[in-house]
């Protein structure tokens, strides 16, 4: 196994995003669709990480077949997070029929990049486009939802300005150490993002959702 650090970090961020998408959706008792995509995008993003952890550490032994299914796989998923991050964002600041409306064409574009990936050209910067897109784009609609008092929307904008900083990390190539790369720095920065997220969505979810579990 190569990268055993990235591995690692990749996991915990992995194992971190599916055990708060699966307690978001058991407090959304209400069944709010915002809460329902908060979910999706915590879970896209612990598929990616999955998928990407396993990808750096088993690259070298992978068959060239396995290795490009897992990448785009990886970057699949990266899309789908952003998307539906930014999806989540939207359901929960907009009117019914604009809802429906860019639900439409989100879902379009996911299908034109996850295409564009698998069949083109699966450059990483695909995913950095497309995810740091969602995320500009969600952040000024969260700054307008946290000046009209939403609950939630600062603790989701400290997630996402911290995404930014995780992922200017991450192209920056900073190291602490040679065992302890800019790919193991941003994920830590993002394991505390998700988290973010995570707080950022619960208000919605159930009001009477014990705060005490978090």
């Known amino acids: 196994m190569t990268e055993v ?26 069944n709010d669709s915002a809460t329902r995509l908060w979910v999706g995008a ?12 396993t990808w750096h550490g088993l ?25 539906f991050l930014l ?12 809802v429906r409306s860019w639900r439409l064409a989100l879902v379009g574009v996911w299908v034109a990049y996850a295409g564009w990936v698998c069949l083109i050209d699966s ?26 008092g939403a609950q939630g929307s600062r603790t989701i904008i400290a997630g996402l300005l911290l995404s930014f900083l995780g992922a200017g990390i991450q192209q920056s ?12 720095l941003y994920h830590v920065v993002k394991m505390v993002a998700i988290y973010l997220f995570y707080k950022g969505a619960l208000p919605a979810a159930d009001v009477s959702y014990d705060r005490a579990q978090l």
């Open 42 to 53: 915590l879970r896209a993003a612990g598929l990616a990480s999955l998928a990407g952890g």
């Open 123 to 148: 450059g990483f910067v695909w995913a950095i486009m497309v995810y740091g897109a969602a995320m500009a784009v969600a952040l000024v609609l969260q700054v307008g939802r946290a000046m009209r």
């Open 173 to 184: 190539g900073l190291s602490l150490s040679a065992s302890f790369n800019h790919n193991d």
């Open 87 to 98: 999806g989540a964002t939207i359901a929960g600041a907009g009117p019914p029929g604009a």
């Open 59 to 83: 690259e070298a032994s992978l068959g060239p077949v396995a290795g490009a299914v897992l990448w785009r796989l990886t970057m699949v998923a990266v899309g789908a997070s952003g998307l």
């Open 5 to 30: 650090t990235t591995v690692v970090t990749d996991y915990l961020l992995s194992g971190l995003a599916f055990v708060l998408g699966s307690r978001l959706a058991r407090a959304n008792t209400g």
